[in-house]
Structures are given as C-alpha cells and as structure tokens.
C-alpha cells in the first residue's frame, strides 16, 4: 500500500499561518529527523501573481517538506502548484479546512467541504501540472452538514480525482459566529469517524488531526489503524515534547533528540539569517517553548524575547540564555 509516498507521513507539523515558517520548520527539522513539515497556507492568487513567491523559499534541510496551497480555481491552483513543484517542495497539499473570514471571502478553505466536486477538479489540476504527490486538508463538515453523509461523498471524490493521502481535522467548522481560533477548540472532536473512515476507505492514507498534544496520544491512534497523525499547536508550544522522541517512538528508527544541542545547532543558521540582513527575533521568537516544562524554561523565555528585539541582538543571546537550561 501506498507506494507512491515518498515518506511514511506517520506524523506531521500541521501548517500554521505566522507560525511554521522556514525558520520554524528548520528548527523543528533538528528535533525530528522524519516528521513530515507544512508551510504555512499560501494563497494561490498571491503565488501566481507574483507577490507571495518569497515564501516559497526554504532550506534543503527541511525535507520532506509540504507547501500548503489555498485557493479553488483549478487553474490557478495548478499554476501554483507548479512553482510549489519547481521549487522542490515534496508535496503540495489543498487547504479545505481553514474558517478564517479572509479566506471564506475567496471561496477556499473549509467551505470548500461544500463543493466536493470543486475539490476533486482542483485535485486533478493541481495533479496534473505536478509530479510530486497532492493532498488535501479537510474538516469533517462545515454548519449543519452531517459529517457522516459528507464525508465520505468528500473522501470518495477526492480519491476518485487522485488524491492518495488526506489530513482531517477531526471537527466541524462552523463558518458564521465563531472566530477561527474559537473554530479550532469549540466544535466537538469526533475522533471516531476520522478512524471508520480509515475502516471504509482502506486505500486512503488517513491522518487525524485536532487537540492530540502528546506523542502518546498520537501512538495510540496509529496503533488503532489510522496511517498518520498531524499536530499543530502542541508541536509548536512544546517542539521537545512533541518532536525529541518522535523519531524513535512514532517511526521506530533514529535516535530521540535534545532541545540543547538543537538550539546550539540554531546558532549558524542564525548566523546566516543576521548576515543576509534578518533579525534575531524572526528565528528565535519559535524557540520560546523549546524547553516547555523543563527547569529553567522561564529564564530562556524571557531573555529571548526580552533580548532578541534589542538592536544588534545577535547569537551570543541564545548562547547566554542556555546558560539559564543547560545544566
Ligand atoms: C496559529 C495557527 C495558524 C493556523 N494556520 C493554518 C493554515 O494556514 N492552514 C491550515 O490548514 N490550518 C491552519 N491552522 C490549523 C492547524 O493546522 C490545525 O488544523 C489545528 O490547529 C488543529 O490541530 P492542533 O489541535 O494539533 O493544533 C492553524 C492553526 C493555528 C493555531
């Protein structure tokens, strides 16, 4: 099953808008060796028309690496994929599951559970301007849709359109009244259709995603059959919890890693973005929760975000608030 995946996708750092930038993920890079790592959604509009290009940039260190594409134009969205494609990213995957008003007003995003046969045509486009694989990121349902009628119409069509491998959300969005932050706690979990889906569609590579926020957690529902899980906020807010160990425990290869030596191996990387003309902070502002629940995390969290917006601010901070970590 599933020859056609470059990599196993068992677990994965959901895309997150001003989060999981190249910064973010060349870090997160360091703590898992394997886990598979999203950009941030970038608007197909923005690609094509030339404005967004600079966020397609990234480290050869980041594979396998994942462009998060929004948009519902299936040309559009091919030629966006395109460049997603000759910029070698390893996947481009269709944003159907985000509730922002933004986004809603452009007809992409979660709305798009709605248009199931739009997705599919967007699916094959994208497929067929790219070689590398596409996938899709989905809800189970928007407003009142009955997640268990629409989403297997949703994974039906969109396998039938060449998708191989999808990510959902295991919630519905609710488009009108909540804000998208309220759309990612308020609407009910319902992890078990996520895994009947797995039961009814065999040839699908199912992740689930939603409010998973340790690697146990994540463990537990591969060991139940799903073939991937994919994390967001836990990932970001406790990078060591979530990543030191994924390599061993959720892919059963690998050493686990250490936040310390990671941070250490930040410091030419940050060399190199202060010597290209970036700030300290646009690295360091993702490190903050590298030693979450570990003593001495207070001390590194605040000398880094006190320290790394003074002009000059340079490497040797990070080196002085390991000092407040690092036994
Ligand atoms: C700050 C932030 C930004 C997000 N941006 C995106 C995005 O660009 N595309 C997307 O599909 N989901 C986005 N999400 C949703 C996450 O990918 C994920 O589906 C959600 O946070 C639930 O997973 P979690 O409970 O593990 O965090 C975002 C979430 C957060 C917290």
């Known amino acids: 099953m599933f020859k056609s995946l470059k990599y196993n996708a068992r677990l994965s750092v959901a895309p997150m808008m001003d989060w999981t930038d190249r910064h973010c993920r ?5 703590l898992s060796g394997r886990a598979l790592l999203y950009t941030e959604m970038v608007t197909a509009p923005a690609l094509v028309r030339g404005g967004a290009l600079h966020l397609l940039a990234f480290s050869p260190e980041e594979h396998p690496v994942a462009l998060q ?4 134009d299936p040309e559009e969205l091919a030629q966006a994929a395109r ?8 996947e481009i995957n269709l944003n159907c599951g985000c509730p922002s008003d933004r986004v809603q007003s452009g007809t992409f995003g979660a709305v798009l559970m709605k248009h199931p046969g739009l997705v599919a045509e967007c699916v094959a486009a994208m497929r067929a301007a790219v070689d590398v694989e596409v996938t899709v990121k989905c809800r189970i349902g928007v407003d009142d849709q009955d997640p268990e009628t ?12 060449g998708c191989q491998r999808v990510t959902i959300h295991a919630r519905k969005a609710w488009l009108q009244g909540l804000s998208p932050k309220e759309n990612r ?3 009910p979990l319902d992890y078990d259709l996520v895994h009947r889906m797995k039961a009814r569609f065999p040839e699908l590579h199912i992740s689930l995603n939603g409010g998973i926020d340790t690697l146990a957690a994540a ?12 994390i967001g906020r836990a990932a970001y807010h406790q990078p060591a919890d979530i990543l030191c160990q994924a390599d061993p ?3 059963g290869t690998g050493e686990a890693s250490d936040p310390v030596t990671a941070a250490r191996a930040m410091l030419p990387y940050i060399e190199a973005h202060l010597a290209s003309g970036g700030r300290l902070h646009q690295v360091t502002r993702h490190m903050l929760g590298l030693f979450a629940g570990r003593p001495g995390a207070r001390g590194w969290r605040r000398m880094l975000s006190e320290g790394a917006v003074r002009p000059g ?4 901070l990070v080196e002085a608030a390991l000092g407040q970590v690092a036994g």
């Not at 060349?26 to 360091?30: I, N, P, Q, W």
């Not at 463990?219 to 994919?230: N, S, T, Y």
Request: hydrophobic content about 45%.
């Open 150 to 161: 629409v989403l297997p119409q949703f994974l039906e069509q969109i396998a039938g359109a």
């Open 219 to 230: 463990r537990a529902h591969l060991e139940a059959g799903l073939d991937g899980v994919m």
């Open 26 to 30: 060349y870090l997160h890079r360091l």
């Open 83 to 90: 460049l997603g494609g000759e910029a070698g990213y390893d």
């Open 69 to 72: 594409l929004g948009g519902s």
């Open 185 to 187: 706690d308020i609407p």
């Open 249 to 251: 425990l959720i892919h």
């Open 313 to 316: 601010a340079g490497p040797e």
